[in-house]
Every structure is written in structure tokens, then in C-alpha cells.
């Protein structure tokens, strides 16, 4: 039985398991792991939106809901929300599947909005490409 499912008819950008060497003291997976996962799994539309480089600019929300342990397998989905002249805004939400005694659960574990820049080939800020 599962609390949730993965969102249906959309595609990971990325599947990360977690392994004890992300462990943190209290028993769970780091939330900078997870963090920096995220970030990844953002920047991977706005690098297909822009064609070209990007810069994390900022972590608009960022909520962790459920907490990850070793052997769960994560999924990142993120889509674009919003657009700039120069910047994009991607939403991530992060899904843990858990295998206990033959079964598999699956539970919405963060979620997060972050901002991209395009930058040009001097590392300043560029418009976006049209669509």
C-alpha cells in the first residue's frame, strides 16, 4: 500500500538511491544531499530552455516533508513555472519509493522552487533565447 504514487504520464529527471555513506546522525539521509540533487534536477530544463550555461541565482522555498533513509530511491520531476527576461523559475518535487517487506511505498518527501540565470560567455546574465 502506498501513501502516494510517482505523478503519472511524467518523467524523472533524475533517480538517486540513497546510501549509508549519506547518512546523517539522526539516521536519515542529509538534507544537503537532497539539496544539491535538487539543484541538479533544476537546472536540467533551464539548461534545455536556455541552450546554453546557467546559474543558480536563488533557492526561492525549499521544504523537506518527509525525511529519506538508506535504500530509498528518489525521483526528481521539474518543470519550469515561471520566465524572466534572463531568469527562469523551476519547480522540483522529490518523491522517495520504499521497499519494506515486499512492498513499496512512495512518499513526497521535498519540494522546492528555485531560480536560474542564463549567462553568456563572460558569465553575465543573458536573455533568454525565444521559444
Same mark, same amino acid.
Given at each position: +500500500?502506498?501513501?502516494?504514487?510517482?505523478?503519472?504520464?511524467?518523467?524523472?529527471v533524475?533517480?538517486?538511491?540513497?546510501?549509508?555513506?549519506?547518512?546523517?546522525?539522526? =539516521?536519515?539521509?542529509?538534507? =544537503?544531499?537532497?539539496?544539491?540533487?535538487?539543484?541538479?534536477? =533544476?537546472?536540467?530544463?533551464?539548461?534545455?530552455?536556455?541552450?546554453?550555461?546557467?546559474?543558480?541565482?536563488?533557492?526561492?522555498?525549499?521544504?523537506?516533508?518527509?525525511?529519506?533513509?538508506? =535504500?530509498?530511491?528518489?525521483?526528481?520531476?521539474?518543470?519550469?513555472?515561471? %520566465?524572466?527576461? $534572463?531568469?527562469?523559475?523551476?519547480?522540483?518535487?522529490?518523491?522517495?519509493?520504499? +521497499?519494506?517487506?515486499?512492498?513499496?511505498?512512495?512518499?513526497?518527501? $521535498? %519540494?522546492?522552487?528555485? $531560480?536560474?540565470?542564463?549567462?553568456?560567455e563572460?558569465?553575465?546574465? +543573458?536573455?533568454?533565447?525565444?521559444?
Open positions: +500500500m502506498s501513501e502516494c504514487s510517482l505523478p503519472e504520464n511524467r518523467i524523472p533524475i533517480r538517486v538511491p540513497a546510501r549509508p555513506a549519506d547518512i546523517n546522525p539522526g =539516521g536519515s539521509i542529509f538534507g =544537503g544531499w537532497i539539496m544539491s540533487y535538487v539543484d541538479i534536477a =533544476g537546472s536540467i530544463p533551464a539548461l534545455d530552455r536556455v541552450r546554453g550555461p546557467v546559474v543558480t541565482r536563488a533557492v526561492d522555498s525549499f521544504e523537506f516533508k518527509k525525511p529519506v533513509f538508506v =535504500g530509498d530511491l528518489i525521483s526528481c520531476y521539474a518543470d519550469i513555472i515561471a %520566465e524572466g527576461r $534572463t531568469s527562469l523559475k523551476v519547480k522540483v518535487e522529490v518523491y522517495a519509493e520504499r +521497499m519494506s517487506k515486499g512492498e513499496t511505498s512512495c512518499i513526497k518527501v $521535498t %519540494e522546492a522552487v528555485l $531560480t536560474y540565470v542564463a549567462i553568456d563572460n558569465r553575465r546574465p +543573458m536573455p533568454l533565447p525565444e521559444k
